[in-house]
């Protein structure tokens, strides 16, 4: 077994080999003779300030024979391979060449902010040095993050979205065999959703006329996906929060599912079995839905990377501890809620030991947030309101309306062939893409095929507009469905916030821009409080899909990455640590998003001062920003409020 | 097509919101009718957007502030602060998906729990264009309408059919409400601000604006 980074060198091909060619013509890039490797742990991507080249670099794994001494090391490559097939000695021995060409070539590149000086990369041997031996980065990620938040182009630079998943201490190995286990979670999630895709079809008829009319059925169905094998999250919940109502829901709606036969049609029911029938799924969607009750969680303590972490280190004697720990937590507060639990004990008992860790750091954040009775009232009218099969029909609406744009930046993508674009499609039950080409067919059944899951692995937030925005960038650099399936979930652990019913989230985030706009610009902040705009509700769809409606696709990979550097410096506790060297001596916050939108705000004070009289206007201003914005000039401007302002946010 | 004026020039300002649920074609709506566009890859809306348009009725400059809101369920918090205010409201819903039409009763309860009573309603059966995959028949578009005394009309934004027709109804309904209203308080319509203080006159008003003027397609 041989790691490899894969670097995805979209932008720069793109350019290198001109536009003349079409985007499907990759067989003649030579930079990339390397092969394409199949599943990747990590993938990093990194933001060239020169050339404003986007990188990607997927630490992928390789399997071959031979590579297996050593441990695993950690080397990169341009990806554009069109092979597919990962040979990693050939790899191995085309590293340095292929670093020569990619660097040699970025010379000679422009970009929209290629008059911003960055720093240069780092080279090959800079990189592999970062990770010692068995595969984990020295100094716990340190200096890793150090160069990705700095937004410098090096292969080092990290694609955070994937950190989320791996503890920044995590061994090749122990990221291999979260892989693997992570693989199949991602395989059950899809089947139920074909089980479901399936009966909601047989009984389509009955569906689109009774629709939401019969709301007992809809509501049957999100519940019972919702409460099946749920037992332990529920009690865990409540526990947490200590409110009865809480109960009540979680009986009410078991006993709906109990009763859904007779106040409801058959399909329903069927649906509600078929929803029930998966045990461990249902346990980790509703861990999951668990986790996500508590705003402020955050990703302080994000569930893959603890529970991959755990479920690897965890020794015997620690899952018993965690499963005796989950057990009395649930006992205690939810008598009743273990009928079905116990026959699924046994399958669960490698998730258990997260479960319980996960269900006390929530207790802890809910405690302090307050805000369990808004997150009950939120929980269950979203109940009632929107079920799966919602989800499923507006997924479909949205995926096949995603833009084009990624696909300049995913090669062996946009080369999919027609019969694969529909049987895909077919397969996850989209219809209604005459219009497209196949690639983007392929790409909007992609989305629904991981969006579908995402709303059984987390049941409580579903799908709500805005999310295949914020998937769309994903799956087009990681090609592997369960991969990109589990960078998605880690994103949406904080991004989830934003889509909760009852606005927590999203408020939260309002009011912390108002807040840095207030210390910063007393005289701005003054003058929105006159149009009664303080709230800053002008800048919601930013925060909302991050950004993702103002930049371009490459922009917005920029913009993430460095988000995600900050929040994964966090995550890894390495705040405190020296910062000193990076530009501008900012440390890393959780919201840097919300910085930049705040700067983006604040470099048109002028125009909002001078000219606009109505939160209308502002919010105008602030929609019309696409293609208006430099990224990094927004990264500079943001870092210079996080250096003048984290300690009074 | 009435022609497109300067912004600031005109009597009255109307604020419009557009309703519905996802999918259904309300910002191709909102994008024909205040810019000639139509786009089939026009992204879900995230919260709310607005857009502007001026035309003429009844010798009176009339310019429409149209609030473009996100359909799903989740946005309705957000949304529907933003009907405050409106005295206009088109309540679309896609004439090839039932379930639409269906959730057309819950908008309709949702919008008149946070506006005026008086507000001009039109529910507005989109995409007629797709004519052989259509779910919803006029008839029970139109007599649903009747029951909810509101008017009524199908429109294509692909085909920019009735889209302009639409807007112009419900903005000169909303005139038309706006001028009696004034005659009877004696007050100067030109003067109220911003559109969202007007009253659009009580019940009885908007039903005999209604019974007069419903059409369509």
């Known amino acids: 077994m041989v790691n490899a980074f894969i670097r995805v060198t979209d932008r720069e091909k793109k350019k290198q080999k001109g536009r003349q060619n079409s985007n499907r013509d990759f067989s003649l890039d030579l930079t990339v003779v390397f092969p394409y490797i199949a599943i990747f742990m990590l993938f990093f991507s990194t933001g060239d300030g020169i050339e404003g080249l986007r990188k990607w670099i997927l630490f992928a794994e390789a399997s071959t024979a031979g590579g297996g001494g050593g441990g695993g090391f950690w080397s990169y490559y341009s990806v554009v391979s069109p092979s597919g097939i990962a040979i990693a000695v050939t790899a191995m021995a085309g590293i340095a060449l292929a670093a020569t060409i990619v660097y040699s070539r970025r010379g000679s590149l422009k970009s929209p902010w290629a008059l911003r000086k960055r720093k240069y990369a780092l080279q090959p041997k800079q990189w592999k040095s970062l990770f010692t031996p068995d595969g984990k980065l020295g100094d716990g990620g340190v200096k890793f993050l150090k160069k990705v938040r700095s937004g410098v182009f090096t292969p080092t630079n990290c694609d955070v979205c994937m950190l989320n998943r791996y503890d920044l201490n995590s061994s090749k190995e122990e990221r291999d065999s979260i892989r693997r286990q992570k693989r199949k979670e991602f395989e059950r999630l899809r089947k139920r959703c074909r089980q479901i895709l399936k009966r909601v079809e047989n009984s389509s008829t009955v569906k689109e006329t009774a629709g939401n009319n019969c709301n007992e059925d809809s509501e049957d169905l999100s519940q019972v996906v919702d409460s099946s094998g749920l037992e332990d999250v529920d009690s865990g919940r409540r526990s947490t929060e200590g409110e009865s109502p809480m109960v009540d829901d979680s009986e009410n709606s078991s006993k709906v599912k109990e009763t859904a036969g007779n106040n409801c049609n058959e399909d329903s029911e069927d649906l509600s079995q078929v929803v029930d029938s998966s045990g461990l799924e249902d346990v980790v969607s509703g861990r999951r839905s668990t986790k996500g009750e508590s705003p402020m969680v955050d990703d302080s303590d994000r569930p893959p990377r603890g529970q991959s972490h755990q479920t690897l280190v965890s020794s015997d004697s620690d899952s018993e501890g965690g499963i005796d720990k989950s057990e009395i937590t649930c006992e205690d507060n939810s008598p009743g809620e273990t009928e079905s639990s116990g026959s699924d004990t046994s399958d669960e008992d490698e998730n258990i030991p997260l479960f319980a860790s996960e269900i006390t750091e929530e207790n802890n954040i809910d405690k302090d947030d307050n805000s369990s009775a808004s997150r009950i009232k939120s929980r269950s009218k979203s109940h009632a309101d929107e079920d799966f099969a919602t989800w499923q029909r507006i997924i479909r609406v949205d995926a096949v309306r995603a833009n084009d744009e990624w696909i300049a930046y995913s090669s062996t993508q946009a080369l999919v062939s027609e019969m694969k674009a529909y049987q895909l499609a077919e397969s996850v039950g989209l219809k209604e893409y005459d219009h497209l080409e196949p690639c983007r067919i392929y790409h909007a059944a992609r989305l629904v095929a991981i969006l579908e899951a995402y709303t059984l692995y987390d049941p409580e937030i579903g799908y709500c507009q805005g999310m295949s925005d914020l998937l769309s960038p994903i799956i087009s650099v990681v090609e592997d469905d369960s991969e990109a399936f589990w960078c998605f979930a880690g994103f949406m652990k904080k991004a989830r916030h934003n889509f909760r019913l009852d606005e927590v989230g999203i408020r939260r985030q309002l009011n912390i821009v108002s807040k840095i706009i207030k210390c910063k610009d007393s005289h701005l902040y003054r003058h929105l409080e006159e149009l009664q705009a303080e709230d800053c509700f002008f800048v919601y769809r930013m925060v909302v899909v991050l950004f993702r409606r103002e930049l371009s696709f490459e922009q917005t990979l920029c913009l993430w990455e460095v988000v995600w550097a900050d929040q994964a410096a966090i995550r890894a506790g390495i705040t405190k640590t020296s910062w000193g060297r990076m530009r501008l001596r900012a440390p890393p916050t959780d919201d840097l998003l919300l910085y930049a939108i705040a700067a983006c705000v604040l470099q048109r004070r002028k125009l909002i001062i001078e000219m606009y009289s109505s939160m209308d206007e502002i919010m105008r201003e602030c929609h019309s920003m696409a293609g208006r914005l430099d990224v990094w000039k927004l990264l500079d401007d943001a870092h210079g409020l996080v250096v003048n302002l984290h300690d009074k946010i | ?217």
């Open chain 2, 1 to 217: 097509m009435a022609a497109y004026r300067a912004d600031d020039d005109y009597d009255y300002l109307f604020k419009v919101v557009l309703i519905g649920d996802s999918g259904v074609g309300k910002s191709n709506l909102l994008s024909r009718f205040t810019r000639n566009e139509f786009s089939l890859e026009s992204k879900s809306t995230i919260g709310v957007e607005f857009a502007t348009r001026s035309i003429r009725v009844d010798d009176k400059v009339v310019k429409a502030q149209i609030w473009d809101t996100a359909g799903q369920e989740r946005y309705r918090a957000i949304t529907s602060a933003y009907y405050r205010g409106a005295v206009g409201a088109l309540l679309v819903y896609d004439v090839t998906r039932h379930v639409t039409f269906e959730n057309v009763e819950r908008w309709l309860k949702e919008l008149r729990g946070h506006t005026d009573s008086n507000i001009v309603i039109m529910l507005v059966g989109n995409k007629a264009d797709l004519r052989h995959l259509r779910a919803v028949s006029t008839d029970d578009a139109k007599a649903f309408a009747e029951r909810e005394n509101t008017f009524f009309m199908e429109t294509s934004a692909l085909e920019s059919m009735n889209v302009e027709n639409a807007f112009t109804e419900v903005l000169t309904q909303i005139h038309h409400v706006v001028s009696r209203k004034a005659l009877e308080v004696g007050d100067d319509p030109a003067a109220l601000p911003k559109g969202r203080t007007i009253n659009v006159g009580s019940k009885d008003d908007v039903s005999a604006v209604k019974n007069a003027g419903c059409c369509s397609a």
